[in-house]
Structure formats: structure tokens, C-alpha cells
């Protein structure tokens, strides 16, 4: 486990950050007996809970994370800024915990796995004050100047995504003219509140029950599974078991029924001739991973960064290819997904 301390602050903030949202939750659930959720309380969460996931999966996940892509700045910006909305910490600090999940997996310096319980790899890991080193785990990172920005100014953007519904809702549902204080205050609990529960608890499913449940098609390292209704809820990110054997990859889903919302954003953006160097794996370094494991493929992570167990990427695809042919022909002899 890392060896960097929380300040006091760190862990106040920490303890509201998970029942907060949980308490706010419980209470809008208990609201629907009385006034119940209208309308644009619904859009708003939508709306905000979707542009905060692709905000997590496409800027911070895929983009910022695995550089499964390259993005011109506006896009970085407003990605990262989605991400930065969702309430999981700053853009460097989810980088560096996720990077030390890929470099430890499901082993004891996982910052997240469920193998000490389901509990601690979905919230007790946050409950207990984790801190990532970012200098040791997102070190090439710390030289973006954008992503150092948007970091730093964290809490500005939580609090943007706290005020766009609590002013589009007063203002929506206004009395004759007059802002209405009280539609901006569930506005606020539904598109605040309970959409960043609901951010929060379908990431964190992704450690929890992506580790625990659900079926593996590549050989890794870790106990990672793939999930079908965590890949939905998540953007793609239930594939996990895809993503750990292919981290740099851009796309999650490896057939066309992995739905990969984030993927289909990537895609559509790429056609359009705004992203490009789009990491995709061929059909023979597929072959292969459905057969053995390669460890220096899943400690690929980040560009710039050598961690425990990788050697020299490009020597361990030479040593995998020299035996595609080979592997590629047992793979013909099993069932695939
Ligand atoms: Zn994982
Ligand atoms: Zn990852």
C-alpha cells in the first residue's frame, strides 16, 4: 500500500465525499413520496451523468491515463473537465492510483482490489485514506501543463457541476419571473448529488465487481473479469478484463456486442479528423492473449513510464510474434467468445 499519509482535511474530505452523496440519495429517494422528480430534474442527471462518466472514461480513463489516443487541446480540456466534474479526485491523482491498480493488480500494493474484500476494493480503499504518489505512478504527466491546470483548479470545476443544475432548475421552473429556490434545491439533489453517487458507485463497481464477477476471455496477470451490465453503466469500462490485457488500448469492447459507448465517441470523433495515433490491437496479438499471459503488454500503461515487471515492450511483442503463427493455430482449436 502506498506509504504517503492523508492531512486531516484529506480525510474529512474523503469520509463527506462517500456519505454525502449516499445520505442525499437516500433522502431523494425518500422525496418521490411527496414532490417526486420532475422532468428536468431527470434530464439534468442524465445529461450530467453521462457527460461526467465520458468525462472519466474517455479523459481521464483512455485519453489522459493509457494516451490510447491523441486529442487536440479544446477536446483535452473539455474532457478532463467533465472528468474533473465526477467528483473522483484530480485528474492526476486518478491517473496515478489507476496506473499503480495496473502495476500492482489485484497483488498487495493494489490500491483497490477486492481480494482483501469486495468492500475495500469498491469504498473502503477511500474510506481508509488511500493517497496516491503521483511523482512515482503519473511522473510523465506532471510535464502537462493542461492536465497540471485542470488538477489544480479540481474543485472549481466540482463546484461548476454543482451550480449548472441548481441555476438551470431555479430559473427553468421559475415562479412568474422569480427564481424558484425550491426547484434549484432538488435540481441540485438529483443532478448534484445523486448523480455523482451514481458516478461514483458504477466506478467503483468496476474495481469491486470487475475483479470479482463475470467471464475472462484474455489470460492476465490479475483476476479481472469482463461484465455486461457494468460495461453499459460504465461507458465500456466493464470490459475490464480487455482493458487490463490491452491497457494502452483505445476501445474496451472486442466484439461488436461489447457495447463501448466511449469507444463510439472516440471513433466518431477520429473520423471526423480531430483525434489521431488511435491505439487499436490486431486479431494476432488477440490470438495470443486468449492463450497466455504477457505481462510486459499489461504493465504498458502510460508512455514514459517503466514499471515493476515490463521489459522493453517492443522486445516482448518480438518474442510474442516469433510465435503468432504457432499460437494463432492452437487458437483455432478453441472456443472463442
Ligand atoms: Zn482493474
Ligand atoms: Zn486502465
Not at 463475470?214 to 489470460?219: K, S
Not at 476501445?251 to 456486442?257: L, R
Not at 459507448?261 to 480531430?274: C, K, Q, R, V
Request: charged letters at 15%.
Amino acid at each position: 500500500m502506498s506509504t504517503k499519509s492523508a492531512s486531516i482535511l484529506t480525510k474529512v474530505i474523503l469520509q463527506l465525499l462517500v456519505w454525502v452523496p449516499l445520505c442525499a440519495t437516500v433522502y431523494a429517494i425518500y422525496s418521490l413520496w411527496g414532490r417526486g422528480c420532475t422532468i428536468l430534474d431527470l434530464t439534468l442527471l442524465l445529461v450530467g451523468y453521462t457527460f461526467c462518466a465520458l468525462g472519466i472514461t474517455v479523459g481521464y480513463h483512455r485519453m489522459l491515463t493509457h494516451k490510447g489516443f491523441e486529442a487536440p487541446g479544446w477536446f483535452r480540456a473539455f474532457f478532463l473537465i467533465c472528468g474533473s466534474m465526477a467528483l473522483q479526485g484530480p485528474a492526476l491523482k486518478w491517473a496515478a492510483t489507476h496506473i499503480q491498480h495496473h502495476a500492482n493488480s489485484d497483488d498487495d500494493d493494489d490500491p483497490h482490489s477486492p481480494v482483501k474484500s469486495f468492500f475495500h476494493g469498491h469504498v473502503g480503499w477511500i474510506l481508509d485514506d488511500f493517497q496516491p504518489d503521483i511523482p512515482r505512478y503519473a511522473g510523465p504527466l506532471l510535464k502537462d501543463k493542461l492536465v497540471v491546470f485542470i488538477s489544480n483548479t479540481f474543485f472549481l470545476w466540482v463546484l461548476l457541476s454543482l451550480v449548472i443544475p441548481f441555476v438551470i432548475g431555479g430559473w427553468v421552473e421559475n415562479l412568474g419571473g422569480h427564481f424558484n429556490w425550491s426547484a434549484a434545491g432538488y435540481a441540485l439533489l438529483w443532478a448534484g448529488a445523486v448523480r455523482i453517487f451514481l458516478n461514483h458507485h458504477v466506478t467503483w463497481a468496476v474495481n469491486s465487481i470487475c475483479h470479482t464477477y463475470g467471464n475472462r476471455e484474455f489470460v492476465t496477470t490479475d483476476g479481472s473479469t469482463n461484465h455486461f451490465l457494468i460495461g453499459l453503466l460504465a461507458m465500456g469500462e466493464g470490459w475490464h478484463n480487455n482493458h487490463h490485457a490491452f491497457p494502452r488500448s483505445a476501445n474496451h469492447g472486442m466484439h461488436w456486442w461489447q457495447i463501448d459507448p466511449s469507444a463510439y465517441i472516440i471513433n466518431t470523433f477520429e473520423a471526423l479528423g480531430f483525434l489521431k495515433n488511435v491505439v487499436r490491437i490486431s486479431p494476432e496479438r488477440l490470438a495470443i492473449r486468449r492463450i497466455k499471459a504477457d505481462v510486459a503488454e499489461e504493465r504498458d500503461v502510460l508512455p514514459g513510464l517503466v514499471l515493476p515487471g515490463m521489459m522493453e515492450h517492443g522486445a516482448a511483442m518480438a518474442a510474442a510474434a516469433s510465435t503468432v503463427a504457432e499460437v494463432v493455430s492452437n487458437a483455432a482449436g478453441h472456443s472463442q467468445i
